[in-house]
């Protein structure tokens, strides 16, 4: 056994000492003496104490405090998180991969998501696989379990239903105390009805796939909340953004109205948001749930009513003040006062395109199809949605309602755009449009398929696109995070990414980071940002949901997928 003695940043051995600039850790591997610093690591030679590996700092966190040997790996703690150095591909410690996705080479863990406070102390794998984190303030414990897509499913589907439901709307939490869950209640936000067609459209998917009666009956409960949006006032077909017991509204009190009954308040001011996202609920409700000619026209009665006030009005949205709301405008006046390099011209188009199909599928009345090909013929709203997105790009002087229009790239519209591509193309009023609507989305892919969001994977796939990348989708379903809370993660010190200058999309950086290792957000929301999170909100997982049903239901996972 060759005995090792450390004092000072001096290794020495028989016959050899070493003197390391900054040592504060080391562990021998093998033949190897791996030297934790200041500022990096190294490797030495056991024998003879020559180097084998040089200094390494382009690394999480490069202020070693230990190291430890984990199989073909190392774990490192450091005085800014815990971090896993994978050199094989296969270790359980690395991130989750999938066919023809490279896992990165390091697995990062800091911030509240992970420990108790970033400084480790020291470190250790138990028998069973787990790490184990002593910090300064206290023990964490990170645990490596196996469980399948399945079964991950189930698990968000459970957390939804016992903790994330209000009025059949899938609701947020606010955390009174940053991160205890126990101190949360949940809230009103401008989006419940948007944000519940999403969980709408996972249950969907699921019933197509499992029949599961509960499943459908729950799908029910939700778009009866969707109902009640526009039952809950008098403006025949105006959806509100949400509603709530009076006196208990969470967010901005200017947009809240009275309802007829004394005992509630809805929220207007609705944007084309909300009219996008309901109007994807309507058409997987209509296609995918209901089964006979009675729910198909409970369906159909709702979502026409939408279409029929905003119709009524010259294609506005109007509220109860009988004023359209700032973004609820399909109007050529509004749509083609963009040039082809904002984004809104090419979606607005779209959605009110999306919108009279699916009216004209529901019903067969052939004012809706004359009125969409009166926008194609007279105002080019085809050409503006086959116009390619290459085009977007900064565009100055476009300020609508103190708003700068053409200053960055919208992620939400990306969101909005995928969400409406399903009602677009599976609505097509002929096949030739369809085959021009899907190249239109595949234009659009080529922007997004870098971010590996499984629903905009599968809403392509759903399309009728051939390629697209269920190994990225699924690599994002496979390490989204059971803990829900927006977190603080804090990614900006990190040596081993690449930071991009300010640009036009908002990207901060070129790598796509692991989503255990990313803020947690709705998918309006680009993943590639450094430093985010608030400690204080509770997402429900419905995005991960309809990503897994979506997959589940275009085939590209199977029933039991690890």
Not at 19 to 33: D, K
Not at 510 to 533: S, V, W, Y
């Amino acid at each position: 056994v060759q005995l090792h003695t450390w004092s000072g940043g001096l290794l020495t051995a028989p016959g050899w000492s070493t003197q390391v600039n900054g040592a504060t850790a080391f562990c021998l591997r093998g033949g190897e003496i791996i030297v934790g610093t200041t500022n990096g690591y190294l490797s030495l030679d056991q024998v003879n104490g020559q180097t084998v590996r040089s200094l390494r700092p382009n690394l999480p966190a490069s202020r070693i405090t230990c190291v430890q040997v984990a199989g073909a790996g190392l774990w490192f703690g450091t005085t800014s998180g815990a971090f896993f150095e994978d050199e094989s591909g296969l270790s359980r410690y690395a991130t989750p991969s999938a066919p023809g996705i490279e896992p990165p080479r390091f697995r990062y863990y800091a911030g509240k998501r992970w420990l108790r406070d970033d400084h480790v102390v020291d470190l250790a794998t138990d028998r069973d696989g787990h790490l184990w984190v002593l910090t300064q303030t206290g023990l964490n414990k990170i645990e490596f379990r196996q469980t399948t897509l399945a079964a991950k499913a189930d698990w968000f589907h459970r957390k939804i239903r016992s903790r994330n439901m209000r009025y059949g709307f899938t609701a947020e939490r606010r955390l009174l105390v940053p991160g205890d869950i126990t101190s949360s209640e949940m809230i009103d936000t401008d989006n419940d009805g948007g944000w519940t067609s999403y969980y709408l459209g996972s249950l969907a998917a699921r019933y197509a796939v499992t029949r599961e009666e509960e499943t459908r009956r729950q799908a029910w409960e939700s778009f009866g909340a969707l109902e009640r949006l526009q039952s809950i006032h008098t403006n025949t077909g105006f959806p509100a953004r949400t509603f709530e017991r009076r006196g208990v509204k969470f967010s901005d009190t200017d947009r809240w109205r009275d309802a007829p009954d004394p005992g509630w308040e809805w929220k207007g001011h609705t944007s084309s948001d909300e009219m996008l996202a309901q109007g994807f609920a309507h058409a997987v409700m209509w296609e995918l749930v209901a089964t006979n000619a009675t729910e198909r026209a409970r369906v159909a009665t709702n979502w026409v009513a939408v279409i029929d006030h905003i119709l009524r009005h010259n294609l506005y949205l109007v509220d109860v003040d009988g004023e359209p709301t700032l973004w609820g405008r399909w109007h050529p006046d509004y749509v083609n006062w963009f040039p082809p390099s904002i984004n809104d011209r090419r979606l607005n188009s779209a959605e009110i395109t999306a919108g009279l199909q699916l009216a004209y599928r529901m019903t067969g009345k052939q004012s809706y199809r004359a009125k969409a090909y009166e926008l194609f013929e007279r105002h080019g709203y085809l050409t503006n949605i086959l116009s390619s997105m290459k085009l977007i790009a900064p565009t100055k002087g476009y300020i609508f309602r103190g708003n700068d229009m053409g200053n960055e790239w919208n992620h939400s519209d990306d969101e909005l755009a995928f969400c409406n591509y399903w009602t677009l193309v599976r609505f097509a009023f002929t096949d030739e449009l369809r085959a021009k609507y899907l190249a239109a989305v595949a234009d659009h892919w080529d922007f997004e398929k870098e971010e590996r969001y499984p629903i905009f994977n599968f809403i392509f796939a759903a399309c009728g696109a051939k390629e697209f990348d269920p190994a990225g989708a699924v690599w994002t379903l496979r390490g989204t995070p059971l803990d829900t809370i927006a977190w603080r993660m804090s990614n900006s010190h990190r040596q081993d990414l690449t930071k991009l200058e300010p640009n036009f999309m908002g990207r901060e950086l070129k790598e796509l980071l692991p989503p255990g290792e990313r803020l947690i957000a709705r998918i309006n929301t680009q993943p590639f940002i450094l430093d985010h999170g608030d400690d204080t909100t509770d997402f429900p997982g419905d995005e991960f949901l309809l990503g897994y049903w979506l997959g589940r239901y275009v085939g590209a996972i199977g029933e039991a997928a690890r």
